[in-house]
């Protein structure tokens, strides 16, 4: 992927729940939030999306302060809204309705200058799955050990 810089990524997200479908969505930023964003200052671990209203908001989202910022410098855990295709809202907003479905931000990277964040429909896992995916993963790396010859 050319052009691509991942500025962060929500690496809890695919633990805690089981990704359905992923969607590009712009972010609608003030420029003391991209100039902190460029510089890395932004985490999306504990943030999640709301789709009301005919629009989709990421909550809880973080991003530092800028640091040359004057007094109208942004506040850190605003809502921030993002940009998505009318369908893809539509859809987002009618599959969220039904228990048990979750948006969640996966990551976030620049593409072309701009700032996309790759959000996701999730159902939540519990703990007997979360369980069969460490199991998973344990016996991926023994295969591969296995494969090298490293005893």
Do not use: W
Not at 23 to 36: D, F
Not at 41 to 46: F, M, P, Y
Request: net charge positive.
């Amino acid at each position: 992927m050319e052009g691509i810089k991942i500025v962060t990524t929500n690496r809890k997200a695919r633990f805690n729940y089981e990704v359905i479908e992923a969607y590009e969505a712009g972010v609608a930023l003030t420029g003391t939030e991209i100039k902190s964003v460029r510089d890395g200052k932004i985490s999306i671990g504990d943030s999640y999306c709301l789709a009301r209203n005919g629009e989709v908001i990421m909550i809880n989202s973080h991003i530092d302060e800028y640091d040359f910022g004057n007094r109208f410098n942004h506040e850190p855990k605003r809502t921030r809204k993002l940009l998505l295709h009318k369908k893809e809202i539509n859809r987002l907003m009618g599959k969220t309705r039904e228990r048990g479905y979750s948006i969640i931000p996966l990551k976030a990277y620049f593409r072309r200058g701009k700032l996309k964040v790759e959000i996701a429909l999730c159902r939540g896992k519990n703990t007997i799955d979360k369980k069969e995916t460490i199991k998973e993963r344990d016996l991926i790396k023994q295969f591969q050990k296995d494969i090298k010859g490293n005893y």
